[in-house]
């Protein structure tokens, strides 16, 4: 990946998530404070503001600029949360050897460690950590990549809300998706389509 398709990734998810900013706060109005979307496009619109900024850059400090600007930008957990998990994607792009697979791997590692969260817990890592793994087993096959996601952000749905304020529903809370798997779900669910243009 270099950085131009950086770019175009960041654009794709953002398109998506502008599409379905009502979506992701209405479900996080069921479990959480209701403003998933709005902070979610708030943070994706300023790392891609910044772009221009960025035209000097490898595809390792780009991740890494855009795991800060989303810190900085997104409310809430999810902006440490995502930023954590592009600043350890950033960080193994410094080596072109398995940077998708090592790299992915360390992001899901990071936000388990930074919002102390497990899979299982309903949360992002259902869907990030489902990917590193199947991009471990099997290398950057895309179709498996967008399965991956979308059967790890589906499952959200079966859980129980083990952390945030969806944690205090308790069982209540199966039944819904966690915005933040969905969220993460268009990220790279825009990954796929970023990487697989042209391919067909």
């Known amino acids: 990946m270099n950085s131009h ?29 209701g403003d998933h979307g709005v902070n979610m496009v708030r943070g994706f619109q300023a ?17 890494q600029k855009i795991g800060t600007t989303l810190v900085s930008k997104v409310g809430g957990a999810s902006g440490p949360l995502f930023g954590t998990g592009f600043m350890r994607l950033g960080a193994a792009f410094k080596s072109e050897e398995g940077a998708w697979a090592d790299g992915l791997t360390k992001a899901a590692e990071g936000i388990a460690q930074r919002g102390k969260v497990s899979v299982g817990d309903a949360t992002l890592l259902d869907v990030w950590d489902p990917v590193a793994k199947v991009v471990q087993a099997k290398g950057t096959d895309w179709a498996e990549v967008e399965r991956a996601a979308q059967d790890g952000m589906n499952g959200t749905k079966q859980l129980e809300t083990k952390r945030g304020r969806g944690a205090l529903l308790k069982e209540r809370s199966i039944g819904h998706l966690d915005p933040g798997a969905v969220s993460s779900y268009y990220l790279f669910h825009a990954l796929v389509q970023t990487m697989t243009k042209g391919e067909n």
């Not at 599409?19 to 109005?29: F, I, K, Y």
């Open 5 to 33: 398709q950086v770019q175009q990734w960041m654009e794709t998810t953002l398109s998506l998530i502008k599409e379905n900013e009502t979506t992701l706060s209405e479900l996080d109005q069921t479990i959480g404070d």
């Open 47 to 63: 790392v891609v503001d910044e772009f221009p900024n960025w035209e000097q850059e490898n595809t390792s400090a780009v991740m």
